[in-house]
């Protein structure tokens, strides 16, 4: 093919996914997650979920951490796992990405 002939081959545009900045309180995350407050609270406080911890509503949390909300109820639910269980599956899944 020589350069001046356009490229006809298909392409394809890579898109980064960015979580939205943290916005849901502590009761709207429960609320869209069907999760009581005290069971995020809990999960914040181990470190299973991550809030933005500055500003009066402290803390707020992202489209990352109703996700995995989600799935750790599921797991609990669904396997009757403990939070230290869920708290050692997600040290464990951390140390793999690092």
Same mark, same amino acid.
């Given at each position: 093919?020589?350069?001046?002939?356009?490229?006809?081959?298909?392409?394809?545009?890579?898109?980064?996914?960015?979580?939205?900045?943290?916005?849901?309180?502590?009761?709207? !995350?429960?609320? /869209?997650?069907?999760?009581?407050?005290?069971?995020? $609270?809990?999960?914040?406080? @181990?470190? &299973? =979920?991550?809030?933005?911890?500055?500003?009066?509503?402290?803390?707020?949390?992202?489209?990352?951490?109703?996700?995995? !909300?989600?799935? /750790?109820?599921?797991?609990?639910?669904?396997?009757? $796992?403990?939070?230290?269980? @869920?708290? &050692? =599956?997600?040290?464990?899944?951390?140390?793999?990405?690092?």
């Amino acid at each position: 093919m020589s350069s001046s002939e356009p490229d006809s081959r298909p392409s394809a545009a890579l898109i980064l996914y960015r979580s939205s900045p943290p916005r849901y309180s502590v009761a709207s !995350l429960a609320e /869209l997650a069907r999760v009581h407050p005290e069971m995020i $609270l809990c999960y914040w406080r @181990l470190g &299973l =979920l991550s809030g933005e911890t500055e500003g009066p509503q402290a803390p707020l949390f992202d489209d990352d951490a109703l996700f995995l !909300l989600k799935r /750790l109820e599921q797991l609990r639910k669904d396997y009757g $796992l403990s939070v230290r269980a @869920l708290r &050692l =599956l997600a040290d464990a899944l951390r140390s793999q990405e690092e």
